[in-house]
């Protein structure tokens, strides 16, 4: 392989995992995985969450690409751009956002702030659903976010009463208020 081949394939994996990680946080994380991720979104004091199960999950297949890569070459690169990804990941969500780790920094303007911003309005709704801004290097403005979370409460103030007694059921009507000082502070 050449250079230019190793690097495209390692950009084109960080910017293939921001997708596949956005819409498993979106359609199993907030779907049939919220057994795991639930843990995620509860307030607590414990050092690990049963969400990081999830981390551990998905460290098998890039350690398996990597046995596999010294065999044949273009999957050793790809399971470093999935491992790249990964590292990313864990200092944007779990380091400047959830501050884990007792890093402690908040950045006040630019690309860094967005993206804190916008994971703090992901953090705004209690429960499975009604959240916003699923991605994490890739986040929409905190105006337009705030938007769509205000749609999402309209809609539940407004939907049927079959899907008031289901929420009901799941556990998942209280909410915080969406407080857009907090998110942008
Ligand atoms: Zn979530
Ligand atoms: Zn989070």
Redesign the pocket.
């Known amino acids: 392989m050449t250079w230019w081949e190793r690097t495209a394939l390692v950009v084109f994996m960080v910017l293939f995992m921001e997708c596949f990680a956005w819409a498993m ?1 979106k359609y199993v ?2 779907g049939w995985g919220w057994g795991w ?1 639930k843990s ?2 509860e307030p607590h004091d414990n050092a690990v969450e049963k969400n990081d199960l999830y981390a551990v999950v998905f460290a098998i297949v890039p350690i398996a690409l990597f046995t596999v890569g010294m065999w044949y070459e273009p999957l050793w690169w790809i399971a470093l751009g999935i491992t790249i990804y990964g590292a990313i990941y864990a200092f944007v969500h779990d380091m400047l956002v959830h501050q884990r780790g007792g890093f402690r920094w908040v950045p006040r303007h630019g690309y860094f702030k967005r993206l804190l911003q916008a994971h703090r309005l ?2 705004a709704v209690e429960g499975r659903e009604g ?1 916003v801004s ?1 991605g994490f290097l890739f986040a929409r403005s905190p105006a337009v976010l705030k938007e769509q979370l205000r749609r999402h409460a309209a809609k539940r103030a407004a939907g049927p009463a079959v899907a008031a007694d289901r929420d009901v059921m799941a556990g998942t009507t209280s909410r915080r208020p969406v407080d857009a000082e907090h998110a942008t502070s």
Do not use: I, L, Q, V
């Open positions: 946080h994380m907030h991720h995620h979104h992901h953090h959240t699923h």
